[in-house]
């Protein structure tokens, strides 16, 4: 170790249990006080792992070395290009922090994110928390001006108290996202022999995770769209929801689903149904959900969701359909031109450069109207192609665009908002 | 109409709703019997269009003309590769027929369905089900061989009675799978908007669907998870799941997911246990989840998965990462082939041919194993790509590789099986 010319920061661990121990004067010598211990054989596989963990740890904290893991699958920034994970992806740079009690779990979760666009702040597999424990990490995250959402996997927690009080005081600031492993018996029997963990109590640990104002995803795809959400739009003032579509039953899905996940969705005002008159043919729906049935121009569609988001009955707006339909116009141009040689490739490429173009336009716009009346406004597909992504960035402005496939996406993610800006009035 | 040569076996008809009626008399001298009325501004529009569509369907009605619509997104039929519907896609010919009574939701989840590579008998958009209504379909679906798995998208029935007893008929043979749209008081009222239907006593629907062994998705997508695993794989005979994880917190995730849907993960015997520990090295996890942790010899995982399903106490199956594990693999050796140069093109070529050719004979040898046994065995991705598909047909068998993105689908839809199952019973 000696042999490396300049300083070290950081040492990156994979030498087996047996000879981490000796390497402890060799760190103190070089003066390397941050250790990422991939290692396993730890504390994870029995009693002997324990010991030889216990050793570990009181040596290592005499010399002042820190210590992540052992049995981690890495950590990475994308701020600073530091990728150390098992998962070889390479997510943006952004507000999500993602910590988890799993590697295998955090770090294919990350290789989601980065698929989607979801700005990552760090990510951390925790691995057995020999020495700095999420307690520990909970702490940091407060105080990182980076760190806009919070997101964990939590099988288990050593100190209860200091990690529900610390995530209601980070709770204040930026919402923390929980999905618990082991909430069942099935599950939590499942974690004591995974990373040894003591089954806690569960309905406590639900019960405390209320209390401090913490946002219970309950699948680990639910993570993802809670990061994107929370990290992209304004949180909703009240629970009365717009839907705006394109026609058909997707109004009718949505509108059962609001229902369902604790949302309204409320009559339109005879001033909004007025107002939309002058907008649209006489077919449209007249209720909420707006069905805009064969509305094609693009203006039209930001003109009714600028009326929506002034409407004071409307706390935040869901379209379905508006962005997407690019993939519904190349599949129905690639057709015709198979059987209209007057639609050519060119003709299909320009058509599809103008949905493109009317898609990049709606997102930007959709992002001006949340900053300027501080409502979210949640796209779905309907439709997906290999572009397709949940996050889109704009200008660099405090919000994002947000467009999830489905529309169960947008209103759970939607009904998990309102329940944290809830919690923050109380 | 009369200038066309050849007899003509359907109508398709576009032109305004006005200028309908008068084409009765122009069928009715080419001898023309079936229509499909994709032309809207009947029913859907008010009392005059309820009027027109009436005297439309008498006229219809005396002339022996059948009318699909008026209203429709069209219908397909991949067998014939006969395809009139809004949304140009083509999915494969299988056994799933889906009808929706909204064309635009009906026809996103059959672009959805060809994504996936779910075999479609047949689509229909009901529309305004002037003449043959949903009831009539079921009759059809009941007697058609080619039809395996019924799927639908209802928003209102006209007939209760005769839509149950003929679900109730279908259901011993097939499974029917339904959305109900309109389950809340605002999706109804949405659906009233929409359809003109009348808001049916939801909660006497629903306790009919029980009744009537009709598999409940809760959710759009949740209809294609049911098509996939309802028409590929054979039913469980109980609700006794063995999770295979190839380590982490997946296991954990799985187990949560099962008990929270009524499925059981069963304690390993003494049998079992011994049986694995012959194929593992001795850190496995010795217990359900089945967590293999760094085994990487293909065979090995096709051992363990035919002891388990052999096990009395399994009634299926559900492992992770095992499939979907390539996409990993591509990521690993491109960012090493950037680092080391003997890691050229050609290496990482070779390594991902090998990681394909495993993946596919996992699934073939997993099909085997579901016609040997009689057990479903369902994969779970946890990493996506473009290829990613959720069936893969194998040889023409009777049962097909099922591999979600997800757990959580996985899960879902098992315990919508064994729930189905149990209903036979009965």
Redesign the interface.
């Known amino acids: 170790m000696t042999e490396i010319p300049n300083p070290v920061d950081l040492a990156v661990v994979t030498v087996p249990a047996n000879k981490v121990l000796s390497l402890i004067p060799e760190f103190d010598q070089k003066k390397i006080k941050n250790v990422l211990l991939i290692s396993s054989g730890f504390g994870e ?1 029995g009693e002997e792992g324990k010991i030889l963990e216990k050793e570990l740890v009181k040596k290592a904290r005499n010399a002042g070395i820190l210590i992540i893991g052992p049995n981690t699958m890495g950590i990475c920034n994308p701020y600073i290009s530091f990728y150390c994970v098992g ?3 390479r997510p943006p740079s952004g507000g999500t922090v993602l910590l ?7 770090t ?1 979760i990350l ?2 994110a980065a ?1 989607e666009d979801i700005g990552i702040r760090a990510f951390c597999g925790s691995g057995n928390e020999a020495m700095i424990t999420i307690e520990d990490y909970m702490e940091g995250f407060e105080v990182d001006d980076k760190t806009k959402t919070v997101v964990l ?1 939590v ?1 288990s927690v050593k100190n209860g108290r200091r990690f529900f009080e610390s995530a209601k005081r980070v709770g204040q600031h930026k919402p923390v996202i929980v ?1 618990k ?11 004591a ?2 990373t040894g963990a003591m089954a806690s109590d569960i309905k406590v640990f639900m019960a405390a995770c209320r209390q401090a104002g913490i946002v219970q995803a ?4 639910d993570l993802l769209d809670l990061s994107a959400a929370f990290s992209s739009l304004p949180l909703p003032k009240g629970n009365k929801v717009a ?1 705006l ?9 949505a ?6 996940n604790g949302l ?2 409320p009559k339109l005002s005879e001033e909004v149904i007025s107002k939309i008159n002058k907008l649209l043919p006489p ?1 449209w ?3 909420n ?1 707006i ?1 805009i049935v064969g509305e094609m121009n693009p203006e039209t569609y930001m003109k009714i969701l600028e009326e929506l988001i002034q409407w004071p009955e409307c706390d935040a707006i869901i379209h379905m ?1 508006i962005i997407g339909r690019k ?2 116009i190349k ?2 141009m ?2 015709t031109a198979i059987v209209d040689k007057k639609y050519d490739s060119k003709f299909v490429e320009n058509a599809l450069r103008y949905a493109e173009g009317f898609e990049k336009q709606t997102i930007e716009q959709t992002v001006k109207l949340m900053e300027k009346y501080n409502k979210p406004i949640i796209g779905v597909y ?3 192609d ?1 572009e397709t992504r949940t996050v889109t960035e704009v200008n660099g402005g405090k919000y994002k665009g947000v467009n999830f496939i ?3 996406k947008a209103v759970k993610s939607l009904a998990k908002m309102y329940q944290y800006s809830q919690w923050l009035k109380v």
């Not at 988890?100 to 955090?106: F, K, V």
């Not at 492993?181 to 974690?191: D, K, L, V």
């Not at 509108?255 to 369902?260: A, F, G, I, P, Y």
């Open positions: 596989v998962s070889h992806v988890a009690q799993s590697g295998n779990l955090g294919q290789a989601f698929k996997y099988e999905l492993g082991g909430r069942t018996e099935a599950g939590s029997s499942a974690a022999s995974h309950e699948s680990p795809m839907l579509t394109l026609g058909g039953g997707w109004g009718v899905v509108s059962d689903l609001c229902e369902e309204i969705v077919f729906s007249h209720a959900p069905d359909g993939i519904m599949a129905i690639e057709s309907l439709l997906n290999d489905t529309p169960e």
